[in-house]
């Protein structure tokens, strides 16, 4: 059962003693309100093509395996490479339903959503995908979500009136267009072709199958033959969504593309070395993102990238708990996570402790493109603005 969050002093010493971790290991300097962000981004021509990049990792981790000194050995790349380079916020509390679903919804829309996590439901707020579509007056190709599983197809527009179906973002998911790709087909996906380990009550039964094959053709310039073939070689569902984002960013160039992470979610089976796994090929997979974004002309110097976990997951000493297996007692740990901020408009190697909620994304986010969010409960992090 989700606690409420009445927490702050233990999301307080979480916080803390991450930003310790991360002086010690990556060098990061405390920031303070006086170091304002931006210094290379201004005139209204860059906002013109400033590209966001959203991740979410993974399904959390907690400290002990990433950031705290026994665990850095399995984030060698965000330690290392893009530590140094991000404005590292410590302090991110997700005081909404910890489940991944309702808090990926949360972060797309900036409002604690109440939806029911295992339901094929739209968002109950407008999308950060149609705010920008609409205000930006952009065209359908400039949004695009990459989520893991059936369970996430309708993450891409909610229902409000004013917004809603057709203006929010395409959402591909590229699990679902390999189990078309190989439909009366003998290849072995199994492994990639798993879903959430959260038992999902449901299998939602999507419609429109040679619609998404006529997209992987069109859009990706991928031939469903091609594809199937090189999912073969892939090891996890999330290398085959980075495999997709890379190719929508070389085919579509969106300026707005959230992708979800979902390997390390693994850990609700129980098996420490598969958690353990995910968390060290998220770390990779993150940055090879970051490297694509860095060398793609059209989005390396106008990009900025965010790195967040939708929440954490539960602590070692928390009676309700199981540790890393679950997130499901609402104590700190599970609650206080982070956010690694890259490239255009984020100061290099900065850690900031400021207390900030997962619905201050689309805010900030909004405040960077130049969109206002208007039901978003978020506040925009002056730290980014
Ligand atoms: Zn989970």
Redesign the pocket.
Known sequence: MNRPFPNFEAAGLVSRTRRDFLRDAAGLVLGSAVLRASPLVRAESVRKKRKVVVVTFG??ARDQETFAPEGQENIPHMLSEMAPQSSFFTHVTNQGILG?YVATASLATGVYETLNNFASVAPEHPTIFEYFRKQLKRPSSDAWVVAPSNGFHRIGESEVRGFGPGQGARVILPKRLLGLANAGGSADFEHLLHDN??TPLYTPALAGGEVELHQLEMILKLSVGDFASHARTLSSPDELSLYIAKRLMREEAPSLLWITMHDI?VA?SGAYSLYIEGIRRTDRLCAELWKTIETEPEYAGNTTMFVLPDFGRDSDFDAGGNGFQH?RTGDAASRTTWMMVLGAGARHGVVYDTPVQSIDLVPSIGAMMGFSPSQSGGKIIRELA
């Open positions: 399904g959390g991944h380990y959260e979610d609700h997130h």
